[in-house]
């Protein structure tokens, strides 16, 4: 009899010891699943010190100021962006520079992009007078919906994400601006504000790490904030992993530094095919484009000053006299120096009369989640007296804590940006004009949580039933 008991207890002890194996087996596989790298996430490995609801602007002459070399000059960044030149691109450099195509980091997300599945599409040449060069390219079919060439908007392809280029609503104007934050943007910022005027802006990677202060302001304002690549450059002709990489380290540069995660952005001259496309798709960005341009950018360089003020004069003809009775439009227009911010300034009381509706992208398109961040939410379209910056849950609200700004010690300087504000606004001058020719005028993750209901089954309440059952059968 005591063979037999003792047997039995033997046997249950061994089926407990199986149990634990099987749930330590469960909860490695678990832990390993939870820490696998999910493409859909990626912008959750941004560790923004930025709430996005509460920022505070420091008050320093750059910040201040309304004269432009004050406003330009080097600062120290905010103490809620920590820049430290070895984790980003070299500004104004194609964003693989300084080997940030070979990181741990970047390597992660290229890795979980199923690369087989991108359009085989070749990429573009540059000729000698730095136009795209379409010889070759059947443009009345245009295959690659090429918008360089034919101004197509909708992907000829499963799985990418369908261009945004006009707003439906009439007697919509759809506000953008392109290059930001531009270092002497105080006056037009105070303007928008004061007038209570958002509008999308585009901002350029380097820009953004270089400017922390106006990229803020830009978020604290309501703005629609949308990437504009690393470095302003022709993304057609760019290799697979060139393009990821403006698009991913321009995606962290506006986390960083604003908090929010960009769901929009905006090839530089338009420049973009399903290739393109397709890989924005893979970090959740859609194409906004536009279907009106004033050509601002080239105001007292390649065109007269005149010359743009008439297409402005132009396009506000057209909201008063019925061409978008029935729809809207989007216009490109651009941050990139004082003259077309002056422009901007000039002409935004004349559209304002002219259309019924003047606001951002997001808006027009009755896009209410415009970042990853689902604790910013923007008023649906007509709902103008919704604050485009209100949290989602009362409660998120109340526990946000206000992020006070204090300047770093001078001795923290040989880790911030370098500053480029003329070289940066001449860089996208002269690449605007010389491509002038080629441009035509345009998860949040699911979390599986599993529950069970009734009895656990676990290894210390069956070691412990072993010894209950051993102890009464002995």
């Known amino acids: 009899m005591y063979i037999k008991t003792s047997a039995v207890a033997v046997t249950l002890l061994q089926i407990a010891g199986f149990v634990q194996a099987a749930t330590s087996t469960t909860k490695s596989t678990s832990t390993a ?21 509460n920022i505070t602007i420091a008050k320093i002459p750059q910040t201040t100021s309304l004269d432009g070399a004050t406003q330009c000059k080097w600062y120290e960044p905010p103490a809620n962006f920590d820049f430290k030149e070895s984790e980003w691109p070299n500004l104004w450099e194609t964003a693989t520079s300084n080997g940030m195509n070979e990181t741990a980091e970047f ?15 070749k990429v573009r040449k540059i000729g000698s007078d730095g136009s795209l060069n379409m010889a070759g390219y059947d443009q009345n079919n245009d295959p690659d919906c090429w918008w360089s060439a034919s101004t197509c908007t909708k992907p000829k ?10 707003c439906p609503e009439p007697e919509t104007w759809g506000l953008t601006y392109d290059d930001g934050p531009n270092c002497s943007h105080n006056a037009f910022y105070d303007y928008l504000e004061a007038e209570k ?21 830009g978020q604290k304002a309501g703005h629609h904030i949308a990437d504009h690549t690393w470095s302003h450059q022709l ?40 290739r393109v496309r397709w890989i924005a798709t893979q970090l959740g960005l859609t194409t906004i484009l536009w279907d009106l341009d004033t050509d601002d950018w080239a105001a ?48 935004l009381p004349k559209i304002r009369k002219a259309y019924k509706n003047v606001l951002d992208v997001a808006t027009c398109m009755n896009i209410t989640n415009p970042y ?17 910056t209100s949290s989602t849950a009362s409660n998120t609200a109340a526990s946000s804590t206000t992020i006070d700004i204090t300047l770093p010690s001078a001795s923290s300087a040989s880790s911030a940006a370098v500053p480029v504000s003329s070289a940066s606004s001449a860089a996208v001058s002269a690449s605007h004009s010389a491509t002038a020719s080629s ?14 209901a009734g009895i656990q089954l676990t290894s210390n309440s069956m070691i412990v039933a072993a010894f209950i059952v051993a102890a009464y059968l002995i």
């Open 157 to 166: 392809q499963e799985g990418i994400n369908e261009d945004i280029y006009t």
């Open 372 to 388: 990853y961040e689902d604790n910013v939410v923007f008023a649906p379209f007509g709902a103008a007296a919704v604050s485009n």
């Open 235 to 274: 993304m057609t002709t760019l290799t697979n992993t060139e393009v990821l990489a403006e698009l991913y380290y321009t995606q962290k540069a506006i986390k960083m530094v604003t908090g929010v995660t960009p769901r929009h952005w905006r090839p530089a001259f338009g420049d973009v095919d399903n």
């Open 107 to 121: 390597k992660r997300v290229y890795n979980a992009i199923d690369w087989s599945k991108a359009p085989n599409i």
């Open 439 to 452: 441009s035509v005028a345009a998860v949040a993750a699911v979390q599986n949580a599993e529950s069970s």
């Open 33 to 53: 699943s939870s820490t696998k790298f999910v493409l859909a996430d990626y912008w959750k490995s941004f560790n923004s010190k930025v709430d996005p609801l």
């Open 300 to 347: 007292g360089s390649t065109e007269t000053v005149s010359t743009v003020k008439k297409t402005y004069e132009d396009y506000i003809a057209m909201g008063a006299n019925g061409t978008f009775k029935n729809s809207g439009q989007i216009t490109l227009t651009h941050e990139i120096d004082d003259t077309t911010m002056t422009l901007a300034m000039e002409f």
């Open 197 to 217: 005027i958002k509008a999308s802006m585009f901002y350029i990677g380097s820009n953004v790490v270089n400017w922390p202060y106006g990229a803020q302001r």
